[in-house]
Each structure stands twice: as structure tokens, then as C-alpha cells.
């Protein structure tokens, strides 16, 4: 219908960086969703302004769109897009500085996943508490759940999650002075970043230089 078209033009207008445009299709797209009566189209927009919002680092609005989008799926019993809204709203609180909550929601979102064998899904999120918890320097921590993440990814050929698991492998041997293993762990991300694609290729290069590693 017309209001998943005005989403889909939203999306794209948020990928191309037209921040303001996006602001207003997204708002159209959910009073027309409000109109018919859209309940999972009126969780749609508000996740994606939830994302919107959060690449415009307003992060309270944010948390208050992923927890709108969280509401209704709940009410719909639409559990894949509940753990969703879960892991957006806890990246949204990792943003504020509000670890704790933000790791309780991760948590929650991956037993969700577990649940509902969304295995994609629970290798993500896992990657992403893998981050939070390194950036509390809780690295004991870190290191079995990065296992755990890195075997789903290596079944499923998840090459970005292989990437970002080999920067995560890198930092941590930085973090503990290790530098051959950093520029060993950061050559793994890059021959996984080129089956990922250019992007992750580029990003991996400018971390390698950003720590003055040289693997190649």
C-alpha cells in the first residue's frame, strides 16, 4: 500500500543522507499506517525513525521511537520484530552511556533469538555485547561470548560478523600488549572483510591504520 511505498522511499532517503527528507516521508508513512489501522506498519516507521533519529545522535528520541516500535510488536505477538527493537533499543542506551541497560536488553534479545532459531540474529547481537563488554574492560567476559558468535558466523558464513569479531580479536591483543597477534588478527579481518565487500574492506583499513598496525 501506500504507506509501506512511503517507508521504502524513507529508507532510501536515509541511506542516501537525506536526514530531513527521510524525517518527513517516515512521518507521513506513519500517519497513513495510523489511518488504515497499520499496526506492524506503524512499528516499521517508528524503527525506522528510531534509526533515523540515532544516526542523528538524538538518542532520546531514539529510545523513545524503538520503545514505541517495541510496544506494538509486543501487542502483536510479533516476537522477530520484538527481539529486533530489543537489540536497536539496546545500542541506542549503549549510545547514552547506560551500559547496564543496554546489556540487559542485549541479553534479552539474544535468549529471544535463541528462541526463536534466529541464529543470524543471535550471532549479530552477540557481536554487539562482545563490543559493549570490551568497551567496559570486561575482556574474561568477552572472550567466550566472541567464541560463541565466531562458530554461528563461520556455520552461516556471516563474513561481516567474522570481520568485526577479528577487529574485536585484534583489540583485545592490543589491549594486552600482544601486537604480532593484533597484526595476525587484523589480517584474518581483512581476507574476511573481502569476501564481506568494499566497505568492510575500507573500514578495516583505516582501523589497521588508525593503530598503526601494517599486516600487508
Known amino acids: 500500500g501506500k504507506s509501506q511505498i ?14 530531513d527528507q527521510a524525517d518527513e516521508t517516515y512521518r507521513q508513512s506513519l ?3 495510523m489511518e488504515l489501522g ?15 533519529h540515532r544516526h542523528r545522535d538524538e538518542l532520546q528520541s531514539a529510545i523513545e521511537s524503538f520503545q514505541s516500535a ?66 567496559r574492560g570486561e575482556y ?9 558468535a565466531w562458530n554461528m558466523a563461520e556455520t552461516l ?9 577479528c577487529w574485536l580479536s585484534g583489540d583485545l591483543a592490543l589491549a594486552s600488549g600482544a601486537m604480532d597477534a593484533a597484526k595476525d588478527a587484523y589480517a584474518h579481518a581483512r581476507s574476511y572483510a573481502e ?8 573500514a578495516t583499513d583505516e582501523r589497521i591504520r588508525q593503530r598503526g598496525l601494517q599486516t600487508f
Not at 512511503?6 to 536526514?19: D, V
Not at 542506551?93 to 547506560?98: A, E, N, R, V
Not at 569476501?195 to 575500507?202: K, R
Open 6 to 19: 512511503m517507508g521504502n522511499l524513507g529508507s532510501a532517503l536515509h541511506q542516501s543522507g537525506l536526514f
Open 38 to 52: 497499520d499496526r506492524y506498519g506503524q512499528a516499521q516507521v517508528m524503527n525506522n525513525l528510531g534509526l533515523l
Open 195 to 202: 569476501q564481506a565487500g568494499p566497505p568492510l574492506v575500507d
Open 140 to 148: 574474561a567476559a568477552t572472550a567466550p561470548l566472541a567464541e560463541r
Open 70 to 135: 517495541l510496544t506494538i510488536y509486543r501487542s502483536l505477538g510479533d516476537r522477530q520484530g520484538e527481539s529486533e527493537s530489543l537489540s536497536n533499543l539496546a545500542l541506542a542506551f549503549k549510545s547514552t552511556g547506560d551500559f547496564n541497560r543496554a546489556q540487559a536488553l542485549y541479553q534479552e534479545s539474544i535468549h529471544l533469538c535463541r528462541e526463536l532459531g534466529d541464529h543470524e540474529g543471535e550471532a549479530t547481537t552477540l557481536l554487539n555485547l562482545c563490543y559493549l563488554l570490551f568497551e
Open 157 to 165: 558464513r556471516l563474513f561481516a560478523v567474522q570481520t568485526k569479531l
Open 31 to 33: 500517519v497513513l499506517a
